[in-house]
């Protein structure tokens, strides 16, 4: 069974930034789209970012429009590793992270934004971003 480790979240102030990280261990060998969720009022998920990764650092990235200004996601040089730069932090990002993944159609079949397109999910890592 699959596990994905999440670390980097923690306590900023507003205008800071933060590095998320994300390692996927033990995932089925298909796996090759990764990313990012957070968790809105409402018990909803937001799309934040993802990365094809079977095709190495280089891969597509998709991004929520409201956030790509300000977050980046990159690949490690492991198949199984992505980062999610958050800069210029607002109090509005404050939110539990989750790192997510699943299969290439859940990068390449546009539904990347979608959480059911993912079959592994993380713990989560808090980010707290104060005025």
């Known amino acids: 069974q699959g596990q994905l480790v999440e670390s980097g979240g923690g306590s900023v102030q507003a205008g800071g930034s933060l590095r998320l990280s994300c390692t996927a261990s033990?995932?089925?060998?298909?796996?090759?789209?990764m990313g990012w969720f957070r968790q809105i009022p409402g018990n909803q998920y937001l799309g934040v970012a993802a990365?094809?990764?079977?095709?190495?650092?280089?891969?597509?990235?998709y991004y929520n429009a409201a956030l790509k200004d300000r977050f980046t996601i990159s690949q490690g040089n492991a198949k199984n590793t992505v980062y999610l730069e958050l800069n210029n932090l607002k109090p509005e990002d404050t939110a539990m992270y989750y790192c997510?993944?699943?299969?290439?159609?859940?990068?390449?079949?546009?539904?990347?934004?979608?959480?059911?397109?993912?079959?592994?999910w993380g713990q989560g890592t808090q980010v707290t971003v104060s005025s």
């Open positions: 997510v993944a699943g299969r290439a159609f859940a990068c390449r079949g546009g539904s990347w934004y979608v959480k059911e397109s993912f079959n592994y």
């Open positions: 990365a094809y990764t079977a095709a190495g650092t280089g891969g597509a990235t």
């Open positions: 033990e995932v089925s060998p298909s796996t090759a789209c």
